[in-house]
């Protein structure tokens, strides 16, 4: 079954903290990106990744670093996090030879 | 850049009611376009798609048409559900791979 997984699910953490959000995908896309979802804001991209070592910013990067070292995992690493970085988060993959794309269940962050 | 205007929500209706939510879209060149649908506490999947004008997306009910003379993709349903109640997302894609999407329309069907 085509899936994208992320972890954890839910965090609430404090400012200042470093903290990851994998992502996973079994499908052997190439395509990989990041959202952030905010009410009457709906999705923005933060980043995204054409393939291995490849990765570009999106609509609102700042604040957001990603890795692609390994085609499966696209991390969303949160260096400093600040409150206005609470969101509800979605990692997405794609096949560059395809129209769908493919969103894990989401991740809701609260950065106190 | 690509952008979509998406009628505001929420849209609500009874059970078996007739629905259309409007999507305009600007893009360049003839982009591809979509419609997701996020059910609540879920992620966004892919509810139907057009790839080149006059094409009709069609799934579970839900239809669009391609409108390239009015750079429109409006969602049409016949008779809703109390399950189509979610929020929807027009979505074109005239890049490779970034989709731009609405700002989304919630749907509330009451029985």
């Known amino acids: 079954e085509a899936q994208v997984t992320q972890n954890p699910r839910y965090l609430i953490t404090v400012t200042g903290k470093k903290l990851t959000v994998t992502c996973s995908q079994n499908m052997n896309h190439e395509y990989m990106s990041w959202y952030r979802q905010d009410p009457g804001l709906g999705l923005r991209q933060i980043y995204y990744s054409m393939n291995v070592e490849v990765t570009d910013k999106g609509d609102v990067p700042e604040g957001y670093k990603v890795s692609r070292k390994e085609k499966r995992n696209f991390p969303l690493i949160l260096e400093s996090p600040s409150p206005n970085q609470t969101s509800l988060y979605f990692c997405?993959?794609?096949?560059?030879?395809?129209?769908?794309?493919?969103f894990g269940p989401g991740t809701r962050l609260t950065v106190t | 850049g690509d952008s979509v205007t998406q009628m505001e929500g929420p849209v609500t209706l009874s059970e078996e009611a007739f629905l259309t939510i409007n999507c305009t879209y600007t893009?360049?060149?003839?982009?591809?376009l979509f419609w997701y649908v996020q059910y609540p506490g879920e992620g966004l999947q892919l509810l139907l798609k057009a790839t080149k004008a006059d094409d009709k997306g069609s799934n579970k009910g839900f239809e669009a048409t391609y409108r390239k003379e009015t750079t429109s993709f409006h969602l049409e349903k016949g008779s809703v559900q109390v399950s189509d109640s979610a929020v929807y997302f027009c979505?074109?894609?005239?890049?490779?791979?970034?989709?731009?999407f609405g700002k989304g329309t919630m749907l509330l069907v009451s029985p």
């Open positions: 979505a074109p894609n005239s890049g490779y791979s970034t989709l731009t």
């Open positions: 893009a360049t060149g003839y982009p591809s």
């Open positions: 997405a993959a794609k096949s560059l030879a395809g129209y769908e794309q493919y």
